[in-house]
C-alpha cells in the first residue's frame, strides 16, 4: 500500500476518536439531574402512612393528661320569663290622649303611662248617682214603714217589703261604685279620662297602642307589657344525640357573646318534649338571674358539664391538622414513616393547648403538623 492510501484512513480513526470524546463529554447523568424523592403517601384507611428522608427533622412530643368531665356547648338566646311578664289593660273604652312610657323604658310600680278618654265613665258614674238616690229613698221608706209598723198601721209583710229594697238599693250602691274603681275612677272625683298606670316595676318589652289611638277595653291587645329581668330564661337549641347530656336541675355555665369573659350560672328548668323536625333539636330552658348584662335576644354559649371525670391526651394546638373537616394528628410509625391519626379536638387550655380524643396520655405526636403535611404535599 502506498503512503498516500495511509493519510485518508490515518484521518478517519482521528475523527472518529474525536467524536468519540465529545460524546462522553456531553453525556449528562440521569441519577444527578433527576429531582430528589418526594415523601411517599400510602393510603391506609382513616389514617396515612408517610416516608420522609430525614424524620429527625420533624420535632416530637408527647402527649400529656388531661383530667375533666366531658362538656357540651350549645348556642341560645335571651327570652324573658313569661311568668314574669305583667300585662297593663285598661277596661275603659274610649281615644288615648297622652302616652308617657314607650318600648325599651324601665318603669317603676305606679308610674302613669298614659292617659284615656272613656264615655264609659259618664255612663257609669250615672249609674252610680242614680244607685245613690234610690238607696236614700229606699231607706226613708223603710224608716217611715218601720214607725207604721209599731203603731200598728202597716202589716209584716208590707214592712219586710220595704227592708228588701232597702237592702237591694244598697247592693247596687256598691256594685256601681265598684264598677267605677274597676275603670280607674275615683268616685268623689269623677273625670272622663283615666291614668293608666304601672301595675309592677320593670321595663316594658311590648307595646301596641299609639297616640290618638282608640282602645276598646278588654277586646284590644294590651296597650303595654312590663317584664321583670332580673330574673331571665336562656333557651338553647341541644340535638337529639346530646340529650343524654342534660337533666333537669342540672347547672350550666352561661357566656354572653358580647361579654365573653361574663360567666353566668344557670339551672335547667325545662327540656322540651318537642323536636324541631327540620334541625332535630330540643328546647331546653335554663334560668338565670340577671345582674343588668342581659337583655333580651342576646345570643348566649351554654355550657353543660358531665358528672363523671374522663381522662384526654392533651397535645400543643400546633400539632393538629385540620384538614377536610376532620382533625388529625401525625404520629411516628417507626423508622422514616409517620401515620396520621384522627382525632377530635377539645377545648383549648392556657399556654396554647389543646384537648384531644382519638389518641391516649403518652403517645408522640408531631408538634407542627402543618409544617410535615406541607412537605407530603410538595
Same mark, same amino acid.
Given at each position: 500500500?502506498?503512503?498516500?492510501?495511509?493519510?485518508?484512513?490515518?484521518?478517519?480513526?482521528?475523527?472518529?476518536?474525536?467524536?468519540?470524546?465529545?460524546?462522553?463529554?456531553?453525556?449528562?447523568?440521569?441519577?444527578?439531574?433527576?429531582?430528589?424523592?418526594?415523601?411517599?403517601?400510602?393510603? &391506609?384507611?382513616?389514617?396515612?402512612?408517610?416516608?420522609?428522608?430525614?424524620?429527625?427533622?420533624?420535632?416530637?412530643?408527647?402527649?400529656?393528661?388531661?383530667?375533666?368531665?366531658?362538656?357540651?356547648?350549645?348556642?341560645?338566646?335571651?327570652?324573658?320569663?313569661?311568668?314574669?311578664?305583667?300585662?297593663?289593660?285598661?277596661?275603659?273604652?274610649?281615644?288615648?290622649?297622652?302616652?308617657?312610657?314607650?318600648?325599651?323604658?324601665?318603669?317603676?310600680?305606679?308610674?302613669?303611662?298614659?292617659?284615656?278618654?272613656?264615655?264609659?265613665?259618664?255612663?257609669?258614674?250615672?249609674?252610680?248617682?242614680?244607685?245613690?238616690?234610690?238607696?236614700?229613698?229606699?231607706?226613708?221608706?223603710?224608716?217611715?214603714?218601720?214607725?207604721?209598723?209599731?203603731?200598728?198601721?202597716? &202589716?209584716?209583710?208590707?214592712?219586710?217589703?220595704?227592708?228588701?229594697?232597702?237592702?237591694?238599693?244598697?247592693?247596687?250602691?256598691?256594685?256601681?261604685?265598684?264598677?267605677?274603681?274597676?275603670?280607674?275612677?275615683?268616685?268623689?272625683?269623677?273625670?272622663?279620662?283615666? /291614668?293608666?298606670?304601672?301595675?309592677?316595676?320593670?321595663?316594658?318589652?311590648?307595646?301596641?297602642?299609639?297616640?290618638?289611638?282608640?282602645?276598646?277595653?278588654?277586646?284590644?291587645?294590651?296597650?303595654?307589657?312590663?317584664?321583670?329581668?332580673?330574673?331571665?330564661?336562656?333557651?338553647? /337549641?341541644?340535638?337529639?344525640?346530646?340529650?343524654?347530656?342534660?337533666?333537669?336541675?342540672?347547672?350550666?355555665?352561661?357566656?354572653?357573646?358580647?361579654?365573653?369573659?361574663?360567666?353566668?350560672?344557670?339551672?335547667?328548668?325545662?327540656?322540651?318534649?318537642?323536636?324541631?323536625?327540620?334541625?332535630?333539636?330540643?328546647?331546653?330552658?335554663?334560668?338565670?338571674?340577671?345582674?343588668?348584662?342581659?337583655?333580651?335576644?342576646?345570643?348566649?354559649?351554654?355550657?353543660?358539664?358531665?358528672?363523671?371525670?374522663?381522662?384526654?391526651?392533651?397535645?400543643?394546638?400546633?400539632?393538629?391538622?385540620?384538614?377536610?373537616?376532620?382533625?388529625?394528628?401525625?404520629?411516628?410509625?417507626?423508622?422514616?414513616?409517620?401515620?396520621?391519626?384522627?382525632?377530635?379536638?377539645?377545648?383549648?387550655?392556657?399556654?396554647?393547648?389543646?384537648?384531644?380524643?382519638?389518641?391516649?396520655?403518652?403517645?408522640?405526636?408531631?408538634?407542627?403538623?402543618?409544617?410535615?403535611?406541607?412537605?407530603?404535599?410538595?
Amino acid at each position: 500500500m502506498s503512503r498516500t492510501n495511509y493519510i485518508p484512513i490515518a484521518l478517519s480513526i482521528a475523527a472518529a476518536l474525536l467524536l468519540a470524546g465529545c460524546e462522553k463529554v456531553v453525556k449528562a447523568d440521569p441519577a444527578k439531574e433527576a429531582p430528589p424523592t418526594a415523601p411517599q403517601v400510602v393510603p &391506609a384507611g382513616n389514617s396515612s402512612v408517610v416516608t420522609v428522608d430525614k424524620p429527625e427533622q420533624y420535632a416530637v412530643v408527647t402527649a400529656g393528661k388531661y383530667e375533666a368531665a366531658p362538656e357540651l356547648n350549645v348556642t341560645g338566646t335571651v327570652t324573658p320569663d313569661v311568668s314574669r311578664n305583667i300585662p297593663v289593660i285598661t277596661i275603659a273604652s274610649g281615644r288615648v290622649l297622652e302616652i308617657h312610657a314607650k318600648l325599651g323604658d324601665t318603669v317603676t310600680k305606679g308610674q302613669l303611662l298614659m292617659r284615656v278618654q272613656s264615655a264609659d265613665i259618664s255612663s257609669a258614674f250615672s249609674d252610680y248617682r242614680q244607685a245613690v238616690v234610690d238607696e236614700i229613698l229606699a231607706r226613708a221608706q223603710l224608716e217611715r214603714a218601720k214607725i207604721l209598723l209599731e203603731k200598728g198601721a202597716m &202589716a209584716q209583710k208590707d214592712y219586710e217589703v220595704a227592708v228588701d229594697t232597702e237592702d237591694k238599693a244598697k247592693v247596687t250602691v256598691e256594685t256601681t261604685e265598684a264598677h267605677l274603681q274597676v275603670l280607674g275612677v275615683d268616685k268623689d272625683h269623677v273625670s272622663t279620662i283615666v /291614668d293608666v298606670v304601672a301595675p309592677v316595676s320593670g321595663v316594658i318589652t311590648d307595646q301596641q297602642v299609639t297616640q290618638a289611638a282608640g282602645v276598646q277595653g278588654l277586646a284590644s291587645p294590651n296597650p303595654f307589657t312590663i317584664s321583670d329581668l332580673s330574673h331571665v330564661w336562656v333557651l338553647c /337549641d341541644v340535638f337529639e344525640n346530646d340529650l343524654k347530656s342534660v337533666r333537669l336541675g342540672q347547672f350550666a355555665d352561661v357566656r354572653l357573646n358580647a361579654y365573653p369573659d361574663q360567666v353566668f350560672r344557670a339551672r335547667i328548668s325545662n327540656i322540651g318534649p318537642i323536636l324541631d323536625p327540620t334541625i332535630r333539636t330540643a328546647k331546653v330552658r335554663l334560668e338565670v338571674e340577671n345582674s343588668g348584662l342581659m337583655r333580651i335576644g342576646m345570643f348566649v354559649t351554654a355550657t353543660f358539664h358531665g358528672s363523671e371525670v374522663k381522662t384526654h391526651a392533651l397535645v400543643p394546638a400546633t400539632a393538629i391538622l385540620h384538614l377536610h373537616d376532620r382533625d388529625w394528628v401525625y404520629a411516628p410509625g417507626g423508622g422514616k414513616s409517620f401515620r396520621r391519626v384522627e382525632v377530635v379536638g377539645g377545648i383549648t387550655l392556657p399556654q396554647n393547648m389543646q384537648e384531644v380524643t382519638g389518641i391516649n396520655p403518652g403517645d408522640q405526636v408531631v408538634k407542627d403538623a402543618l409544617v410535615l403535611e406541607n412537605s407530603v404535599e410538595q
